[in-house]
């Protein structure tokens, strides 16, 4: 895996991150804003892939390794509540 940070200027980056993901013979890599509120997946070709597969890939990833009863939540519950 390989991981870059970007600057807030995404598409400026990605090309460089592409080159360094297949330059290591990373099968996915991670490139990442400053403040880390956004992510670019990029494939194994160096081909970003786009941001509406990153959601689906990252649950497909958590059902793989869970199974498919684990339970999904968009907040964080209170001490001692369970979600």
């Given at each position: 895996?390989?991981?870059?940070?970007?600057?807030?200027?995404?598409?400026?980056?990605?090309?460089?991150?592409?080159?360094?993901?297949?330059?290591?013979?990373?099968?996915?890599?991670?490139?990442v804003d400053p403040?880390?509120?956004?992510?670019?997946?990029?494939?194994?070709?160096?081909?970003?892939?786009?941001?509406?597969?990153?959601?689906?890939?990252?649950?497909?990833?958590?059902?793989?390794?869970?199974?498919?009863?684990?339970?999904?939540?968009?907040?964080?519950?209170?001490p001692g509540q369970?979600?």
């Amino acid at each position: 895996m390989c991981v870059t940070s970007l600057p807030l200027r995404v598409s400026k980056i990605l090309p460089s991150s592409g080159k360094a993901v297949v330059a290591h013979g990373a099968s996915l890599g991670i490139a990442v804003d400053p403040d880390v509120d956004r992510c670019v997946l990029i494939d194994e070709t160096g081909k970003p892939l786009g941001e509406e597969y990153t959601l689906g890939l990252a649950v497909q990833l958590v059902v793989g390794e869970f199974g498919e009863r684990t339970s999904f939540s968009s907040h964080t519950p209170p001490p001692g509540q369970r979600h």
